[in-house]
């Protein structure tokens, strides 16, 4: 699956706001991701990436993820997100 979503570029701050709503209604294992508070998690729970729904920003359907850390553990993080997306069913 390619999971890969427009990102737009962050001005002033260490947040992004990723679209997850083409995963929304999916499944992950046995578990529903029908909202992105859902989605986030089951991120932290199953690929251990701590991420915020976006509800909680009024922008549901997206998660604000963090880059305020070394480029390694960014890395890591994609990576296991990636991991995480390609087993939704």
Do not use: C
Request: proline share 7%; net charge positive.
């Amino acid at each position: 699956m390619d999971f890969r979503a427009p990102v737009h570029e962050p001005r002033g701050a260490f947040y992004l706001m990723q679209d997850v709503r083409p995963f929304l209604g999916k499944r992950f294992r046995d578990r529903p991701l029908r909202d992105d508070r859902e989605l986030a998690e089951a991120l932290l729970d199953s690929a251990l990436v701590a991420t915020v729904p976006g509800s909680a920003f009024a922008a549901p359907g997206f998660i604000r993820l963090s880059y305020a850390t070394s480029r390694e553990n960014l890395q890591k993080a994609v990576a296991r997100m990636g991991a995480f997306l390609n087993e939704l069913a």
